[in-house]
């Protein structure tokens, strides 16, 4: 094999639980409410720790790329830019909150997930549908939230380690919990020579390897004031500095992500809780290269969460601020504009059969002026384990400055985009087992989409609808996890499909556990993709799929080995045309947890 890469995670391995499929995960994504997993109306995934730890990917884009009704897109291999889609939706359709922080850039409307490592993620959330009704703008696709690393315990964990592309790393982290104060500090470096991110027919094509580093840290902090009251203050910063060789240049790209926030949590009353958050997010971009610049998005953010418990359920209601400030050396018409909201909803129980959940949301955008957006949804409960859950909900994204200002390459007359979707589902679980079945069906309006000449334009309307299929069963020492998505993303106009969406796309991982042994095989299949709004022939990316294996053993209680071999057969296939993705690579782990 010609590339070998070792990478050292950071966290232990935990045991198999025989009642890992028992629902009780606590969520608040979903309605902004803490509920178990199992009560949820609306469709909701968990990530959650051990999973993260035990899947031992080393990108966050390779972690969503492996759940089901998402997917991924990449121009190059690791820190190059990388996207989430939701169900057919466009990239900047998926809202990416940082423990409830906004770090996307208003520039380009998406948020640079190539530069939020693992190393610093406790768990992961993820909401598939509209969510405006709940966070506002951009939530059309859906939701993804990202919880930092929190104190659990008492204890330190480092790393490092070093491999092919000439990939070294570093990491370590603090938890303590003493008394009324918990906290949580870590902190990583990775660095790599990477490949060539393009390939010839780029019109900016470099068979020059395109190199990445990175450093970051986050911090959590927590005061209990009383056994319900809490304060606290949450930091995080990713920087990442990318190579990318482009014609006969080599530029970089300096990108660092940040968001800081200061908490209140108190308990008003025996049935009133109050939140009260306050904080920033940012995401600087320098570039160098034959295109210079930088651009600087900054997003100050207030909120005041108030939830009040009823005999059968709970009531939310609240307010929040959002300023995003544009800083740029290009000139744009305009650089800042403020979203003044209100959104109140209903959380309901009845029996622990009947699950209700309503929301209203308004938002005031200096630009654009008010938009209105909710949702509704309905579940019910089976003895056998079985729940059927009906949602339908509406959402809007503003244009981004780049879609409204770029010079050239910009339209000030855009509309924001409108959507309305209804889903309907089945879940069944137990505590081996856990079955989920989704139809959804989201029509949006005025969909932003460019041109051939670049140029943002509103289509009348798109269509996407289609199934979502997930299926987990824990079995003696296996564990087996399916996701399969038939979906039509289309041009409502046209009938052609949208960028970059496959009609089909699904996964398969098989585990088994033997003594200290865990090894275990993944696999992903995606159907053909057009790299065009016209569905140009020439733009067509043929469908792909790779296989991974994967190994652990535990050498004591401290210790543990871990191997990963990505893309077994050397696959090669384009996330993005003229793009390269990284072919067979094997890369082995040795994690110490004191």
Request: net charge negative; charged share 20%.
């Amino acid at each position: 094999m010609k590339r070998f890469f070792l990478f050292f995670p950071f966290l232990s391995l935990p045991a198999w639980a025989d009642d890992m499929f028992d629902g009780n995960e606590i969520v608040v994504t979903a309605s902004r409410m803490p509920e178990p997993i199992s009560s949820a109306v609306e469709d909701v995934t968990v990530i959650t720790h051990e999973e993260i730890v035990r899947g031992g990917q080393s990108t966050l884009a390779q972690l969503l790329q492996f759940q089901t009704g998402i997917e991924i897109t990449s121009n190059g291999g690791i820190g190059q830019p990388s996207a989430v889609q939701i169900r057919g939706s466009g990239s900047s359709h998926t809202l990416v909150l940082v423990d409830g922080m906004r770090i996307d850039s208003a520039t380009t409307g998406t948020t640079a997930i190539e530069n939020i490592p693992l190393d610093q993620i406790d768990h992961i959330e993820i909401v598939k549908g509209p969510a405006s009704g709940l966070y506002g703008s951009e939530a059309i696709g859906g939701v993804i939230q990202i919880f930092t690393k929190k104190a659990k315990g008492n204890g330190f964990t480092a790393s490092a380690g070093y491999g092919g592309y000439d990939t070294k790393s570093l990491s370590a982290g603090l938890q303590e919990v003493s008394g009324k104060n918990d906290l949580s500090l870590n902190a990583g470096y990775l660095q790599s020579g990477g490949f060539p991110a393009t390939r010839p027919g780029n019109f900016s094509y470099n068979p020059a390897n395109d190199a990445y580093r990175n450093a970051n840290a986050s911090l959590d902090y927590a005061l209990h004031l009383t056994a319900e009251d809490e304060a606290g203050i949450r930091l995080f910063q990713s920087a990442g500095n990318t190579q990318f060789a482009d014609t006969q240049v080599i530029g970089l790209n300096h990108d660092v992500l940040s968001s800081y926030s200061v908490y209140s949590k108190n308990r008003i009353t025996a049935s009133w809780e109050s939140l009260l958050t306050a904080g920033s997010g940012e995401d600087h971009l320098v570039s160098s290269g034959n295109f210079p610049g930088y651009f600087t998005t900054n997003q100050n953010q207030l909120s005041w969460q108030n939830d009040f418990t009823l005999e059968h359920g709970k009531i939310m209601a609240g307010l929040e601020e959002l300023d995003q400030h544009v800083t740029s050396d290009t000139a744009y018409l305009l650089t800042s504009r403020s979203i003044s909201s209100a959104f109140a909803g209903y959380q309901g129980n009845l029996q622990d059969r009947h699950f209700m959940q309503a929301d209203i949301r308004v938002d005031k955008n200096s630009q654009f002026g008010t938009y209105r957006t909710g949702n509704a949804g309905y579940a019910y409960r089976f003895d056998s384990g079985y729940k059927v859950r009906f949602d339908m909900g509406t959402a809007f994204k503003a244009p981004t400055f780049n879609d409204l200002y770029y010079p050239g390459f910009s339209n000030p007359n855009l509309l924001p985009e409108k959507s309305t979707s209804r889903e309907v589902g089945l879940d069944y679980v137990s505590a081996s087992r856990h079955l989920g079945l989704t139809y959804f069906d989201n029509q949006i309006r005025d969909m932003i989409i460019l041109d051939q000449f670049f140029v943002p334009q509103n289509i009348d309307s798109a269509r996407i609808h289609g199934v979502e299929v997930s299926y987990q069963e824990s079995f003696s020492a296996y564990r087996l996890d399916c996701g399969l998505t038939l979906q039509n993303p289309v041009d409502s106009q046209t009938g052609y499909l949208l960028q970059r969406h496959a009609r089909q796309f699904g996964s398969v991982k098989l585990s088994r556990e033997l003594d200290a042994w865990r090894a275990g095989l993944e696999w992903f299949a995606s159907g053909y993709r057009f790299d065009s709004a016209s569905q140009n022939p020439a733009t067509r990316l043929g469908g792909y799929n790779f296989l991974n294996l994967t190994a652990s053993r535990d050498l004591s209680k401290s210790w543990r080995l871990d191997a990963r071999w990505n893309n077994l057969f050397n696959k090669h296939y384009e996330l993005v045309q003229y793009y390269n993705t990284p072919g067979s690579n094997l890369f082995v782990s040795l994690t110490y947890k004191m």
